[in-house]
């Protein structure tokens, strides 16, 4: 893995981020892609769901199937993903999250996007006060204009 999992950075350098993860961004980074987060070592907490692991598993696969990773190289990204994954704060699948999800926004956006937007919302509506506020991490063009629309920061986009 090129970069790690988000580090913990001497703060008086670097102004502290705490970012909704998409699969866009990981993916970027384990697979070596071009314009990765330039926030990534700046990250005090990353918070994704379960569904980054399904997205970025797939996209592994589909790469390995068409023969642009090796089995060892599938094995060693599945794994970065696995120690990504460690290191993030996984918001957990409950009604209000569905129920958030299934609501109209205000610009189309698709149905698993949904999921990690309203994801970020029901981590943003539980926030501490005196916690940084949560922006949204991703290379998705729509997804950064869905949660721009939401009030939502967005780094990557």
């Given at each position: 893995?090129?970069?790690?999992?988000?580090?913990?950075?001497?703060?008086?350098?670097?102004?502290?981020?705490?970012?909704?993860?998409?699969?866009?961004?990981?993916?970027?980074?384990?697979l070596?892609?071009?314009?990765?987060?330039?926030?990534?070592?700046?990250?005090?907490?990353?918070?994704?769901?379960?569904?980054?692991?399904?997205?970025?598993?797939?996209?592994?696969?589909r790469?390995?199937?068409?023969?642009?990773?090796?089995?060892?190289?599938?094995?060693?990204k599945?794994?970065?993903?696995?120690?990504?994954?460690?290191?993030?704060?996984?918001?957990?699948?409950?009604?209000?999250?569905?129920?958030?999800?299934?609501?109209?926004?205000?610009?189309?956006?698709?149905?698993l996007?949904?999921?990690?937007?309203?994801?970020?919302?029901?981590y943003?509506?539980?926030?501490?006060?005196?916690?940084r506020?949560?922006v949204?991490?991703?290379?998705?063009?729509?997804?950064?204009?869905?949660?721009?629309?939401?009030?939502?920061?967005?780094?990557?986009?």
């Open positions: 893995m090129d970069r790690g999992p988000p580090a913990r950075p001497h703060r008086d350098f670097v102004q502290a981020v705490i970012a909704y993860i998409d699969s866009s961004v990981v993916l970027r980074i384990i070596g892609q071009p314009n990765p987060l330039a926030e990534w070592d700046e990250l005090e907490l990353g918070v994704s769901n379960r569904l980054l692991r399904i997205e970025c598993f797939r996209t592994l696969d790469f390995w199937r068409e023969g642009d990773l090796t089995d060892v190289q599938l094995s060693e599945r794994s970065d993903v696995e120690m990504i994954l460690k290191h993030l704060a996984l918001v957990q699948f409950d009604q209000r999250l569905f129920e958030i999800a299934a609501q109209p926004f205000p610009v189309v956006i698709a149905s996007d949904a999921i990690h937007l309203a994801a970020a919302i029901v943003r509506e539980k926030q501490p006060a005196d916690e506020p949560i949204i991490a991703t290379h998705d063009i729509q997804l950064a204009k869905a949660a721009r629309s939401l009030n939502f920061n967005v780094l990557g986009a």
